[in-house]
């Protein structure tokens, strides 16, 4: 089983942040996912089910996802299944006075002669989901902040 997490600290309150977690259409953009699909109207949520490929590496085809935690504002923790894979990967916000404190982790089992890759895998999916955490920060940091009415 392949465990990795990271914090990273960004300059923008927690709400600012996971509105951007819970925003599909932007994953793209910080993750190294592509194809997309939510089943969700409305959004994701408790028990929103896509889809997913992802960038490179040994797991081709799509992969299936579930959200199976969800606490606004807080954390968000994903189900993703592929035949070579089952994967639980989560998202926490944490305040941190005007600022988020962002957990990124998760763990991964290999299925099938794959398992023979994680040795290597192991470290290329730590650098990986980091470079996603510090891509996030960089994208909510880029945009304007939000004005909050007095």
Not at 89 to 111: K, N, Q
Request: glycine share 8%; charged share 30%; with cysteine.
């Amino acid at each position: 089983m392949i465990k990795y997490e990271s914090t990273t600290t960004i300059e923008r309150p927690v709400r600012d942040v996971f509105d951007v977690l819970m925003d599909a259409t932007r994953w793209e953009q910080w993750t190294d996912m592509t194809d997309v699909r939510l089943d969700a109207s409305g959004g994701p949520g408790l028990g929103s089910r896509g889809s997913f490929r992802l960038l490179g590496g040994p797991f081709k085809g799509l992969v299936d996802m579930e959200i199976v935690e969800f606490e606004p504002d807080r954390r968000i923790v994903f189900r993703c299944t592929h035949p070579a894979l089952t994967w639980i990967a989560y998202s926490e916000t944490r305040p941190d006075g005007d600022r988020t404190l962002f957990v990124y982790g998760g763990e991964m089992t290999i299925h099938g002669w794959r398992r023979l890759l994680e040795p290597m895998l192991k470290s290329e999916v730590e650098r990986g989901e980091l470079k996603e955490a510090r891509r996030l920060k960089a994208l909510i940091e880029a945009e304007a902040p939000v004005a909050v009415p007095a």
